[in-house]
């Protein structure tokens, strides 16, 4: 008996683990941490320098469906105080063309944001924040806006949606750059980022945050399963693994593959 006690223990240790061993540029984890609204709108009110945005309502992996066309899943989905429309998208990899996936977003957003019947000027400002790992478009900078503008004069030219880079990957002194230090490591014992920092010691140290965490990797796992997408719900399992979220013997089995053929597919998917 003792032994069987140990041996879960030693389980339950090792996920407590690799659950804190999770950081923010995890889509999956940042999409757990930042569906708390007073979490995204400290990292809102940095990124876009306002000190009084308030966030209505938040939602973590939210999806847009698209009947003709492919659909969408959104890290996180914002709305403010004034019907803004916020979508924070995490991104490691560099082999996406970057520009042209922030336009797909924002053009979901769009079609979903404007109901039958009403004027184009109902349509909400949309923003598309794409935060990466690296320096994707090679700006040197924590934070770049896409400009556009209109005619030889360079007029401004609004439209009502805005693109925004977050780079990680470089230290400008501003505070977002500090900002993405944090978004690097998720230390739960560093406090210096406010309702963030609260945020992450809650998941990462306390029970109601770990169970919170285990609950979201569930329904991840069960929205693949109901819409029949096997290649998804494995691409699902391997990012939790990788986030650290699920151990690779209990990945498998819920792939109902072996560890060692679990491992040999995870080999084979782009990080």
Avoid at 92 to 107: E, K, L, Q
Wanted: net charge neutral; proline share 1%; glycine share 6%.
């Amino acid at each position: 008996m003792n032994h069987v006690r140990k041996s879960r223990m030693e389980v339950i240790q090792r996920e407590v683990e690799r659950i804190r061993s999770s950081n923010l540029l995890s889509d999956t984890f940042a999409s757990i941490a930042l569906e708390d609204a007073s979490a995204c709108q400290y990292v809102l009110r940095r990124i876009l320098g306002q000190d009084d945005l308030t966030v209505f309502q938040v939602k973590g992996q939210y999806r847009l469906l698209n009947l003709t066309a492919k659909d969408s899943i959104l890290d996180i989905l914002a709305e403010d105080g004034e019907g803004r429309l916020m979508n924070l998208e995490i991104q490691r990899r560099n082999t996406v063309d970057h520009p042209r996936r922030t336009r797909y977003y924002g053009s979901m957003l769009d079609k979903s944001s404007l109901d039958k019947g009403l004027t184009y000027d109902k349509m909400p400002d949309v923003y598309v924040i794409y935060i990466s790992e690296k320096d994707l478009l090679k700006t040197g900078e924590s934070v770049s806006w896409v400009k556009k503008s209109l005619g030889k004069n360079r007029k401004a030219y609004d439209d009502g949606r805005y693109v925004i880079y977050v780079n990680a990957n470089v230290d400008d002194g501003t505070e977002v750059a500090e900002m993405m230090k944090y978004f690097k490591t998720a230390d739960p014992d560093d406090m210096s980022q406010g309702a963030l920092s609260r945020r992450v010691r809650y998941l990462k140290r306390e029970k109601g945050g770990y169970q919170l965490m285990c609950e979201a990797a569930e329904e991840l796992i069960n929205w693949g399963r109901e819409e029949g997408r096997e290649e998804g719900v494995l691409d699902t399992l391997i990012t939790l693994v990788r986030d650290g979220l699920i151990s690779v013997k209990d990945a498998a089995a819920r792939a109902n593959l072996t560890e060692e053929v679990f491992i040999s597919r995870m080999s084979t998917v782009k990080k």
